[in-house]
């Protein structure tokens, strides 16, 4: 059956480093992968999509690859900040559905 | 922007009870979701449709139904709510010509007890 795992361990950094987020996935052949932004209490907001035959993708501090040999995506957060503290979920999309991860919350200390 | 607004944001009903969740968007969008979130599980899919009047079902829809009678309003509903459907519940949409960027209500959290 198809599995996503993101960071099974929250996410502790201090301002101004990278975070750097693992989305792993087994049984599944993504034709696009995306990343959102959950604040607690709230639904999720997209940030990013990456297609299957894009390696890298960008959008002011956010980095996002994907490679499709190693069944990974990695989601980076540069010169991090307190802000950018949340839950962020990588979802998985071949059709009009996704598949999402359970989930990896960051904490950027001031 | 795009506004997906869900009816209640907390929600508090007994065992046995029959709920509707209802879920509202303004930007004419096709497809329109409903999952459950659970800590340490994500977001499941409970139903989709992707037109009116047309539904399908996705990982988990026992003990659900859902029903769109207009484009922008789809409901979800618990026949006879159960204490293991306890969770958050969030509806989302999306335009069919994109690549399938999903736009969430605030979530709507449901206790049974």
């Known amino acids: 059956s198809q599995k996503i795992e993101q960071n099974s361990e929250a996410l502790n950094i201090q301002e101004g480093k990278t975070a750097t987020l693992t989305c792993n996935y087994t049984?599944?052949?993504?034709?696009?992968l995306q990343w959102y932004r959950q604040d607690p209490g709230r639904g999720p907001v997209f940030l990013l999509l990456?297609?299957?035959?894009?390696k890298e993708k960008r959008k002011e501090r956010l980095k996002v690859t994907f490679d499709t040999t190693l069944k990974q995506s990695l989601f980076h957060i540069t010169a991090s900040q307190p802000a950018d503290s949340a839950t962020y979920l990588c979802a998985l999309g071949g059709d009009y559905k996704l598949s999402f991860g359970a989930g990896t919350t960051v904490t950027v200390r001031a | 922007d795009v506004k997906v607004t869900q009816s209640s944001r907390y929600l508090v009903k007994r065992t046995g009870e029959k709920v509707f969740l209802e879920c509202v968007q303004d930007m004419d969008h096709e497809n329109m979701f409903w999952y459950r979130q659970d800590p340490g599980l994500g977001l499941r899919l409970i139903y989709f449709s992707y037109d009116v009047k047309m539904k399908e079902k996705g990982d988990i829809p026992e003990g659900y139904s859902v029903s769109r009678e207009k484009k922008e309003r789809f409901s979800l509903i618990l026949e006879s709510a159960s204490t293991n459907q306890t969770s958050m519940y969030l509806c989302a949409s999306f335009y069919r010509g994109s690549l399938g960027e999903q736009y969430f209500g605030p979530g709507t959290r449901l206790t049974v007890t």
């Open positions: 990456i297609r299957e035959n894009e």
């Open positions: 049984n599944y052949s993504p034709a696009y």
